[in-house]
């Protein structure tokens, strides 16, 4: 049973920014599915829409079997939303926050006490329930947040990047709260994310919104078996070489498809300008994924060499290479690349990744993209608080 | 959206209000020891030489119109303070929840027009002290008259702080709110000199002044007598006026409220 359903569920801003546009899908019941994006790909505002702080341009949706125009109020009430700036209030205690929410939600003192003793118990944080939250870490905070989100027994919950700004270990003991809580109380998950492996690792279904459109939408495993074959990636000793080898893979049957990444996520400004405007002129969608998968394919092919001249000022970059056989590939692209005297620095051979998914989608590398200059700032602060107070927590 | 108002909805708010004042003890302190220095500074400073106002002394004038001015820099302020809720997030939590934005707002001016009174009966605490009132029997139902009268004449500024809150999206504007609003409302109450006093341009733009009437029914209240311009009933024309103004600005403040988008 489909317990939500979006129809042609639009958001244009200002008359013109289409951030969310025409996209439809439904989701089971006890499924947790993954938005992954790059920044200001719509992932947000369509949450927003879903929970009824935001009024959709055009189309509509159905939580829980209420319409969001009709009866936003039980829409609200059949919601968790764990947003992705801290909503916490750091003057009230931990217990303060959550009882505060019970009220909001209209459950009596009992109710709340089972409930707050109930998910502070999932996830674990009934020692420190009542210290101020101010004095709480990073990863507690997200926690505590998650755990408000639960104490009304919403039918879906909503999480807006819920490990942004956490380290590792934080990151991945919140997944498993969420996929217990998805596991033990059947509660339905909405989640958003830029990180790939978050989606990997907890989401049932995930679907990749790029530029307010759906352009994925299927299981990781099956996701990644429409890359059919390998990746071989090279790095080379001096990136300019990427120029000159292009030419003769792109000649090779084997090759399926070629994209040049890059490795870390700082990219200059100019370079960032660049993918934004790329991605504008090509209209992104299922055809563009099919069309992708053929390296002959012009569009794709030509937006990658005009990214040429920059290929210096960004950084590391690496050419992956989509190939049947990979392995038995290996040997030749190395004897071709000393044939005309490129020095390699590395090869890798992996299976395709959500990342390679991901990049052959829409066209760029999750991680580069940072979004506006104001998102990159809002973001820093995020994680600066994220990352503040850390105790023993 | 009509939607219901919810009594457990205002009460968190309002809740949340009281414990965020009662914890944020530093500003307490300061702002009584703030009026603690008007009242002796200015009150035994310049009323050494000024003497007496009508038949009171100028510390025992200055009094109500100091305790005028926390409830005015306390009310507007937490009115003001929707910004940071929206800032720092807490804001999204509640307009998410199923509970009417009206709701919130009714909380957010309860709240904050209790909050401001617990400081108006500090700082008439500390007036008290200094001698400010002479005791009687009149007095002490002066005081709880005073105490009614704070919280209506805050409920107002709540208000407008709101309204102003829901307007401005950035922190520098509170330089101009500062200057342009807070002050001059203070500064015009009477607070310092009487009305009848001063040039008839001036005392048109007190007669404008919210606050005006506010400290002149402080005054009714703890002295025992306004001014003589408003004449035998002037307690009963101001609080016409600040029940006029305190409907316009939790109307107008709930309004832009409900209007700004989270």
Known sequence: MAIIEVDGLTKVFNGKVRAVDDISFNVKEGEILGFLGPNGAGKTTTLNMLSTLLRPSSGTAAVNGYDIHEEPDKVRRSIGFVFQDPTLDLELTGKENLNFHGLLYGLDRDLREKRIKEVLDVVQLTDRANDLVKTFSGGMKRRLEIARGLVHHPKVLFLDEPTLGLDPQTRRSIWEHIQRLNQEKNVTIILTTHYTEEADYLCGKILIIDFGKIVALDTSDNLKARLEGDVVSLAFKDPKMILQIRPIFEKKKWLRRMDVTSVGSNQSMAGRMMHMMRGMSGGMGMDGMMSGMRPESGRRNESVRHKGPNIQSVGPRRLNLLVDDGGRRIPEIVKLTNEIGILLESVELHKPTLDDVFLSVTGRNIRDEQGSFMEMIRRHRIMQQARGHRDSG | ?262
């Open chain 2, 1 to 262: 959206m009509v939607q219901p108002l919810s009594s457990q909805a205002i009460y968190v708010v309002l809740l949340r209000e009281l414990k965020r004042y009662w914890r944020a003890k530093s500003r307490i302190v300061a702002s009584v020891a703030q009026s603690f220095f008007f009242l002796v500074i200015f009150g035994f400073g310049i009323g050494g030489f000024i003497g007496r106002i009508g038949d009171v002394s100028y510390l025992s004038y200055l009094a109500p119109g100091i305790i005028g001015m926390g409830l005015l820099f306390g009310s507007i302020f937490s009115g003001i303070s929707v910004v940071f809720d929206r800032q720092f997030g807490f804001m999204k939590e509640m307009l998410v929840a199923p509970v009417s934005r009206t709701s919130i707002i009714l909380g957010k001016i309860l709240g904050g027009a209790l909050t401001a009174s617990i400081q108006g009966i500090l700082l008439m605490t500390v007036a008290l002290l200094l001698g400010a009132f002479s005791p009687s029997i009149t007095l002490g139902i002066g005081i709880v008259a005073a105490i009614g009268v704070m919280l209506l004449i805050t409920a107002g500024f709540v208000g407008l702080g709101v309204a102003i809150g829901s307007t401005i999206t950035d922190f520098h504007a509170f330089q101009l709110i500062s200057t342009f609003v807070m002050w001059p409302l203070f500064m015009l109450s009477g607070v310092f000199f009487p009305i009848d006093a001063v040039p008839p341009i001036l005392q048109v733009a007190m007669l404008c002044d919210p606050l005006f009437y506010g400290v002149e029914l402080l005054r009714w209240c703890l002295l025992g007598a306004g001014t003589p311009l408003l004449g035998p009933f002037g307690w009963l024309i101001a609080l016409g006026v600040i029940a006029c103004f305190n409907l316009l600005m939790v109307g107008f403040g709930t309004y832009l409220f409900s209007r700004a988008q989270a």
